[in-house]
């Protein structure tokens, strides 16, 4: 499929048969403080990272609330990325944009959260488009896992459904998290997430846990030690990118757009084989190697096509892809 800001050529896959992707989560201001810089009320949220790194694969099709406080160059940003659809942005009129703020330490690996305000967030949640009810590849971002469940009936034609979770959803919504992983194809969660969820520390231990709720695969990020995917068929690893400290600006955003440079793969190519997978697992960590480099979603939307490939090629070298 055409598109103005796609990396056509950096994969050893079969000729693409692009499928629509839909991503559903938080659009939302941020307030980030690191050791060195700050940025103030920026554009951030779960959806809005995932279409930025997505889109420079694929088109995105988002689906997702926002209140009329949304500044206007943040809807533009968005509009700025090409190949994200949308038309399932609802605004709510005297609304409250969901906004967060959070500080990172020294080491920029720790992140403590210094507010949450879920403003329409909280609200119902919001109805994915009839036009967009033929997607085929579905994120759904962090959230109530009974909200999940309930987008994901929206989504009839979908081939492969992904959820991302949080400790928070694991300690209050277990039953429903269950639930949702019967619904599932894949979970993405980090590694202290996944043994809060099944009691075992072991990665791929955990991981062949959680299959057994229902889903084909599990996708558990070790942080800086990269990820492992536990699949049915077999288990694929990747290492994190080898950033240097000065590469590091700010890390928000980088597991929403692991998640969007993995979900875009599987959907340009229309398949979630376990090669594809391995594929999408170096898809993903070369978008939130760009997304670290800056503030919001700049470095993941400025790096050019010509980046995104060469930084591919190196890394599925490296990580022997
Ligand atoms: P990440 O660094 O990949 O964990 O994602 C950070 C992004 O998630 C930020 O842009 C936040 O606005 C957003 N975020 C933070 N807390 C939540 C939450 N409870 N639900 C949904 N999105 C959140």
Redesign the pocket.
């Known amino acids: 499929m055409a598109h103005a800001n796609s990396v056509a050529d950096a994969s050893s896959s079969a000729p693409a048969a692009a499928r629509p992707l839909l991503v559903t989560?938080?659009i939302?201001i941020?307030t980030v403080e690191t050791p060195s810089a700050r940025a103030d009320r920026v554009l951030?949220?779960?959806a809005a990272?995932f279409a930025a790194a997505a889109s420079r694969l694929t088109p995105v099709r988002l689906v997702g609330v926002v209140g009329d406080d949304l500044p206007a160059s943040h809807r533009s940003t968005l509009e700025g990325l090409g190949g994200v659809d949308l038309r399932g942005l609802e605004t709510r009129a005297g609304g409250k944009t969901?906004a967060?703020g959070g500080k990172y330490l020294l080491n920029l690996n720790e992140r403590e959260t210094l507010f949450?305000e879920l403003g329409v967030v909280a609200e119902a949640p919001p109805r994915v488009p009839e036009v967009f009810a033929d997607s085929e590849f579905v994120f759904l971002?962090?959230?109530h896992p009974a909200v999940q469940a309930g987008l994901l009936e929206q989504v009839p034609s979908r081939a492969v459904a992904v959820a991302d979770t949080?400790d928070l959803w694991i300690n209050v919504a277990h039953d429903e998290l269950v639930h949702l992983l019967s619904k599932v194809d894949g979970i993405v969660l980090n590694d202290s997430e996944a043994a809060q969820l099944t009691g075992v520390r072991n990665a791929i231990t955990a991981g062949r846990r959680i299959l057994g709720y229902g889903p084909t695969f599990a996708v558990v990020k070790k942080g800086e030690h990269g990820a492992v995917l536990v699949h049915r068929d077999g288990v694929a690893v990747v290492p994190a990118f080898p950033a240097e400290e000065d590469m590091v600006v700010d890390?928000?955003?980088?597991?929403?757009t692991f998640a969007g440079g993995f979900m875009a793969h599987l959907a340009r190519t229309g398949r979630s084989d376990l090669d594809t997978l391995q594929e999408a697992l170096a898809w993903g960590t070369v978008m939130a190697s760009f997304t670290i480099g800056a503030f919001s979603l700049d470095g993941v939307a400025r790096a050019t096509p010509a980046d995104l490939a060469e930084r591919y090629r190196r890394f599925a070298r490296h990580a022997r892809v």
């Open positions: 989560g938080t939302g941020d951030g949220g779960s990272y969901f967060w949450t971002g962090n959230t949080m890390p928000t955003g980088a597991g929403d």
